[in-house]
Each structure stands twice: as C-alpha cells, then as structure tokens.
Nanobody, 123 residues
Framework: QVQLVESGGGLVQAGDSLRISCVASGRTFTDYSLAWFRQTPSMDREYVGAISWEGHSRYYSDSVKGRFIISRDNAKNTVYLQMNNLKPEDTGVYYC????????????????WGQGTQVTVSS
C-alpha cells in the first residue's frame, strides 16, 4: 500500500503562482511513477502531468504545458506541482496518483490516490 497526502492548495488570483505537494508513505517511493490530476464538479478527472520514477522524464497536458512543472524529491518521498501564471480554468481539486508503470493520463491504471487539495483561481 501507498498513502498519498496532498497539501498546499489555496485561493490565488489569476497570474499568481502556487506550489502544491504530495507526500508518500508506505512502499518504496522510487517504485512508482507519479502523476497529478484535477477535477471539478462539472468534469471528469483531468490529467495534468506525470513524472517517471527517477524524475528524468516529465509529461504535461496541453492545457498546462509551459506553465506547470512537475518535480520529485525521492529523498523526501515528495512530488511537487509548481503552477505558474494560473488561470481561473485551473480551479479544481488536485490529486496525486501513483502507478508502478509510467501510464501518463490513463486514470484507471493508477493504483493509489491522495485525498486531494483545492486550488481556486479568481479572475
């Protein structure tokens, strides 16, 4: 089992930056690729980006490419999502997820999920 706990969400204005974190516990952190998803009440869980187990490969959805950066610190069992130039459409609950394989946006392939952290971007 892997437990994931997100933190760092909040209310920001359009154009601001915010970094959210996800700390993992349980099994070996480097056994897993990690991803971020987001969700609002009106849409299904949307893929944001993913990072390979060693952190060398990073992938992003077109909607956040060039604005968001995923990183991980394996010594701290933590994955981060740095969000820059935030837009109101970035509002949602952000979830981190772990998979033993690098599966990018295949939401059903992720075995472990955090509880989410709310990010609200006002215009």
């Amino acid at each position: 089992q892997v437990q994931l706990v997100e933190s760092g969400g909040g209310l920001v204005q359009a154009g601001d930056s915010l970094r959210i974190s996800c700390v993992a516990s349980g099994r070996t952190f480097t056994d897993y690729s990690l991803a971020w998803f987001r969700q609002t009440p009106s849409m299904d869980r949307e893929y944001v980006g993913a990072i390979s187990w060693e952190g060398h490969s990073r992938y992003y959805s077109d909607s956040v490419k060039g604005r968001f950066i995923i990183s991980r610190d394996n010594a701290k069992n933590t994955v981060y999502l740095q969000m820059n130039n935030l837009k109101p459409e970035d509002t949602g609950v952000y979830y981190c997820a772990a998979s033993a394989r690098l599966v990018l946006g295949a939401v059903k392939e992720y075995n472990y999920w955090g509880q989410g952290t709310q990010v609200t971007v006002s215009s």
